[in-house]
Each structure stands twice: as C-alpha cells, then as structure tokens.
C-alpha cells in the first residue's frame, strides 16, 4: 500500500510516496529525493557515513525510519548545510586543511562535525576525536580532520 509522508528538507516541505513507512530516512533522501550528500556505508549505524541531522542533532539515516520523523521536524543533509558560494564553516575547513582522500566518508564527517560543534564552540583535540569516534575513515585522513574540525570551531 502506497502512503504519502510530508517532511521538511534542508528547509523545503516535500512529500514523498513511498510503499513502506519504516523505509529508512537514508533511502528516501537518496532514491525518492535525489539527495546523494548522505551515502550508504554499511546500513548499520556503525560508520556515520549516512548522517543527517534532525532537528540539529546528528542522526544515522540509515536506521531511522522515516515513520519516526515528524512533519514538524527538519531534515538537513550536506546538500542543505551550505552553498558552493557560502560553504558551512566546517565544510569551508575540510577544505582549507585538505581533510579529504577517498571522500567516501567526508559528509558524514562533515555533519557529525557541524552538530558536535553547535553544541560544543571550544572543543579540545580529544574531544573531537571522542566526538568522530563512531564515523569510520579507511584513508587515513583522521589527523586532518581533526585539524579540519579545529579549524572550523574558530569559524563558528
């Protein structure tokens, strides 16, 4: 059976009409609304490679049913963080210190980065690291996106 779900993303109401209600968030973003900034890493909330945030809070669309979300809530992926002419401050970091390889895992970096900073202006190196724990990057970039991460907390 086929239902409409409306919602609001990176700032727009949509609808969308989808076959299962509990279809995770990350699919719908991706298939439905053509949304590539979250990806689809391992589809168990364990590498962040497909956050969001929800309401500002950093969330794994890949386990989030979109039944879960209200249509008072917002949705913002990569797409709606920044704009190529005014990048987010953290995007604007990443790549001022080159915090890039692969880029597979760089937007679900950049949005945990953009939540944990919200909350938290000053953070320490360990803090940081604490906070990009869970978001998995086989390059090895994590030094320059710590260093990326730091950067950007003297933007905002």
């Known amino acids: 059976m086929t239902v409409s779900k409306s919602l609001t993303v ?3 109401k949509v609808s969308v009409r989808i ?3 509990d279809m995770p968030l990350l699919y719908v973003l991706r298939d439905n609304l053509a949304l590539h900034g979250p990806r689809f890493g391992c589809g168990l909330s364990q590498c962040g490679a497909c956050t969001v945030h ?6 794994r669309s ?14 913002v992926t990569l797409e709606g963080l920044g704009t190529p002419q005014k990048p987010h401050p953290v995007q604007r970091a990443f790549i001022e210190e080159q915090a890039v390889q692969c880029g597979y895992c760089i937007n679900g970096m950049i949005m945990e980065s953009a939540a944990f900073l919200a909350k938290n202006k000053k953070p320490t190196e360990e803090q940081i690291k604490e906070a990009l724990g869970n978001n998995l990057c086989r390059c090895g970039t994590h ?6 991460v730091k ?3 003297s933007y905002v």
């Open 143 to 148: 030094s320059r996106i710590v260093k990326a």
């Open 62 to 75: 890949c386990v989030t049913p979109l039944s879960s979300i209200t249509d008072k809530q917002k949705v």
């Open 10 to 12: 990176n700032g727009k």
């Open 54 to 59: 929800i309401d500002g809070a950093a969330v």
């Open 151 to 153: 950067r950007a907390s």
């Open 19 to 21: 076959d299962d209600p």
